[in-house]
């Protein structure tokens, strides 16, 4: 049985499949923009430390949690202690939960590909944001819609499916993001662009903009419901997981900065003020294309990156629940698959009519969108990452010892582990929660 689990071909492959699994929406226009508004160069710095030297921890654990006991999310942990099922149980509920907001902003993408690429393209997006996403069903179908596209990949299996689509998806990506990078740099806003990215505000440095960090370093990481788990249960024995972190982070910062580089110079071409979220990559940017030379290829380019973004996250998203209902309960892949689109189609319909017809559907104040966005990255995700963090720190030893090497700087990540990490999650969560 645990000999037919299926491996990464290679160490290009394995790295390919958890960069596409961390880059994603959440480096597009999330870090730009929260780094902005947290004073730039000053939250860099911020942000690189808390990456380098304490969230890389949970992200090392998770991944030697997989490749020590080899199994899905609920598996790993019941072999750690049966007592342990349920945390990852909760880990597969927060990735159902997650695909369920996040693949309604897929099913935006698609839309707007198709618009560029064939369509007439409407000449006001604010307008047209809202008519696509007023109608009753067109949300609905788009968001089914990315879900088929992701599901395929899981459903033909890690490696005729999630290896095969990230080796191909994720180098046309970096590619198309330097041609992007490299254009926006020709802009007049350009130098305007840089400098709001990197520019030191140091009245800046407060309480909030810590937590920030925190938030965005676990959301881009992928940290916190067990996909890195996973991951990591697809690997070879011989890999070194400490330096495999390091080449990801890295990795998921370079994407995350030259998303600014391409995002930025064109806001301020156009005199904009940069905003959060749904607005600025489908309304603000899309309106900016449309007075810029060659609008439609730059703005196909530009939806294509996203989807491949977004896709390549989404399969690792959708992979922790298959994995599970395939590996724990015994589901074949194909099964598991099936049930899960099913789930997720009928869990996504509310989230994706939340920007029309259900807008008055709130629980605590927030649209059902909103909600599960929060639920999923203020509270499950700091959860899920105390729970790595005190189950290796504090209990399964031989995953720390895995994870983080020996030494002095093991020691030094070590003590981080066991005394700072639970208590700065615990005021994450505590931030999240208010
Ligand atoms: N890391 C992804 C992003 O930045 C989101 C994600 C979260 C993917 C959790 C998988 C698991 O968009």
Redo the contacts with the bound molecule.
Sequence with gaps: MENKRPEWTSYISFILATVG????????W?FPYIMGEYGGAIFLLVYLFIIAFICVIPLALELAMGKIYKGDVVSVYDKINPKFKVFGLLGVIT?IL?CCF?FVVGGWIINYIWIFLINDVPADFSAYFLTMNSDPQIPIILTILFLLLTVIFPFLGVNKGIEKANNIMMPLFGLMLLILAGYALTLSGAPEGLKFMLKPDFSKISGPMFLAAFGQAL???????G?MITYGSYLKQEVNIKKSVYTLIVFDTIVALLAGVVIFPIVFTNGIEPTAGATLVFISLPQIFLSLPFTRILAVLFFVLLFF??IT??I??LE?AVACFSDHYKMSRKKASFLLFFVIALLSIPASLSFGLMADFQIFGKTFFDFLDSLTSNIL?PVGTIIVCLVCGWYAKNIAKEALGEGVFSNFLMFILKFILPVIMTAVLFVGLT
Excluded: Q
């Excluded at 959301?219 to 419901?225: A, N």
């Design positions: 699994s961390s880059v994603g929406l959440g480096n597009i999330r990735s997650i996040y959301f881009t990481l992928s940290i916190g419901m996909a973004a977004a996250s989404g690792s998203l922790t995700m």
